[in-house]
């Protein structure tokens, strides 16, 4: 993918950064001795073999004038973080992290080598597995984010991120949103409705997550595209770096949804605290009153939260995106 973010690098300076990582050691002399992974958004990644045949994955995060959301400051710290932490659960299979460079002398931004995962990418495969295999999968990443879910944190919010954190969920994801529609109106995106009115419709409603005492690490992208999977098991998961301390249902609307081991965990949730959750939930999904449009019909309007505020400079305009569900509003007549 072309992204604005990506801070590529040659030959030359990865080589730098393996001899700095590994202690002395050399890229192999063949050609796609250092491959490009151009699959991802918002890092820079590479593929590296060693002259010793070693093989490593290599991200490098954006540079540090990179135009980029709030919440997306320093997030290569919590994705180390992240996975460090999670690799002392050996049902979770992360990947080793062997290098975190924060310094910026042999590279202009922070990176991280980690350990190459064997098999293939769950998503491109995918459509090759028979339905029972893919049952099989799904619960399988289903057990691993549940496993994710069991560590609990000090806060709520992001370990990159001080500004975006709060001792309660309420605090942070009040946080959370007001950076998102910040960033969006900093670049003029248009979110349907005047932003106080999005605010206050929130803020009616935010009560509701002073339920949520515990934070628990949730994996925010926990996708097909970030497994790897061999012989109908899961070898790993990647990506941490949207990795927060926050309600475990925020889940509910993310493609974890579909993982029936992840489902009933959520639903367990729902069914102690079942009247808050329901308009907890509905914090990310919940109704306004008004008219819409140029019509004068009456209408119910759905307006789904921010629970995936990732937004990306298109390159070459000037024009302001959401991927995914950053800030959607869809109209629905009564």
């Known amino acids: 993918m072309e992204s604005t973010t990506k801070n590529r690098k040659t030959r030359e300076q990865v080589a730098r950064m393996v001899e700095r990582a590994f202690g002395g050691a050399t890229l192999a002399a063949s050609e796609d001795a250092v491959s490009e992974l151009k699959e991802g958004w918002f890092n820079a990644a590479y593929n590296v073999r060693l002259s010793d045949g070693r093989e490593a994955i290599l991200k490098v995060?954006?540079?540090?004038?990179?135009?980029?959301?709030?919440?997306?400051?320093?997030i290569m710290v919590t994705e180390v973080a992240s996975m460090r932490l999670v690799r002392e659960n050996p049902a979770i299979p992360v990947p080793e992290i062997y290098a975190f460079d924060t310094t910026r002398d042999v590279c202009d931004s922070e990176y991280f080598f980690m350990e190459k995962l064997a098999g293939d990418?769950?998503?491109?495969?995918?459509?090759?597995?028979?339905?029972?295999?893919?049952?099989?999968?799904?619960?399988?990443?289903?057990?691993?984010?549940?496993?994710?879910?069991?560590?609990?944190?000090?806060?709520?919010?992001?370990?990159g991120n001080s500004d975006l954190r709060g001792a309660t969920w309420k605090e942070?994801?009040?946080?959370?949103?007001?950076?998102?529609?910040?960033?969006?109106?900093?670049?003029?995106?248009?979110?349907?409705?005047?932003?106080?009115?999005?605010?206050?419709?929130?803020?009616?409603?935010?009560?509701s997550l002073e339920v949520v005492t515990t934070p628990q690490l949730v994996h925010w992208d926990a996708w097909d595209l970030n497994f790897f999977v061999k012989d109908g098991k899961i070898t790993g998961i990647l990506d941490f770096e949207r990795a927060l301390w926050a309600d475990l249902c925020?889940?509910?609307?993310?493609?974890?949804?579909?993982?029936?081991?992840?489902?009933?965990?959520?639903?367990?949730?729902?069914?102690?605290?079942?009247?808050?959750?329901r308009e907890k939930d509905n914090i990310f999904s919940f109704y306004l009153e008004g008219n819409q449009g140029k019509t004068n019909s009456h209408r119910n309007l759905e307006m789904v939260i921010a629970f995936y505020p990732y937004f990306f400079l298109i390159p070459g305009t000037n024009a302001f995106r959401g991927l995914c569900c950053s800030l959607i509003v869809m109209v629905q007549p009564t």
Not at 61 to 74: C, F, I, R, S, T
Not at 131 to 139: E, V
Request: hydrophobic share 40%; charged share 25%.
């Open 61 to 74: 995060a954006p540079l540090k004038d990179a135009e980029v959301l709030a919440y997306e400051q320093n």
């Open 121 to 159: 990418n769950y998503e491109q495969v995918k459509e090759s597995l028979s339905p029972a295999m893919q049952a099989q999968i799904d619960r399988q990443i289903g057990a691993i984010v549940r496993e994710i879910n069991g560590f609990t944190g000090t806060y709520f919010g992001y370990d």
């Open 172 to 207: 942070a994801f009040l946080k959370i949103i007001d950076s998102v529609l910040e960033d969006g109106s900093r670049k003029q995106a248009d979110f349907g409705f005047p932003i106080d009115d999005i605010r206050g419709a929130i803020l009616k409603h935010a009560s």
């Open 250 to 277: 925020w889940l509910l609307r993310t493609s974890v949804r579909k993982n029936r081991e992840q489902a009933n965990l959520c639903s367990m949730e729902r069914q102690r605290n079942a009247p808050v959750s």
